[in-house]
């Protein structure tokens, strides 16, 4: 069994910049794919960035490339996105998710954390 909890979602103005953290419990994390959802008000969840177990391959969705930047510490059970030049668009929960398989886009995923709210005001 793996837990996944997200923070450091808030509210930040357009062009600033958070980064979120997605703390895992487990012993097979280090072999586990991790990426990031976000689902804003209304719309269905979306794929955001993965990374691979030993973090040297990553993707991103089209709308954040350039701007997200996912990373990983295997040493302390945690994935990061950094989230710079927000957008309002960029407004939604954030999902962090687990995958025994590197998946780019929609899943399944083995596991999935509570989710932390963004807020990117105009």
């Known amino acids: 069994q793996v837990q996944l909890v997200e923070s450091g979602g808030g509210l930040v103005q357009a062009g600033g910049s958070l980064r979120l953290s997605c703390a895992a419990s487990g012993r097979t994390f280090g072999s586990s794919a991790m990426a990031w959802f976000r689902q804003a008000p209304g719309k269905e969840r979306e794929f955001v960035a993965v990374?691979?177990?030993?973090?040297?391959?990553?993707n991103y969705a089209d709308s954040v490339k350039g701007r997200f930047t996912i990373s990983r510490d295997n040493a302390k059970n945690t994935v990061y996105l950094q989230m710079n030049s927000l957008k309002p668009d960029d407004t939604g929960v954030y999902y962090c998710a687990a995958s025994r398989l590197y998946r780019v886009g929609s899943g399944p995923y083995d596991y999935w954390g509570q989710g932390t709210q963004v807020t990117v005001s105009s």
């Open positions: 990374i691979s177990g030993s973090g040297g391959v990553k």
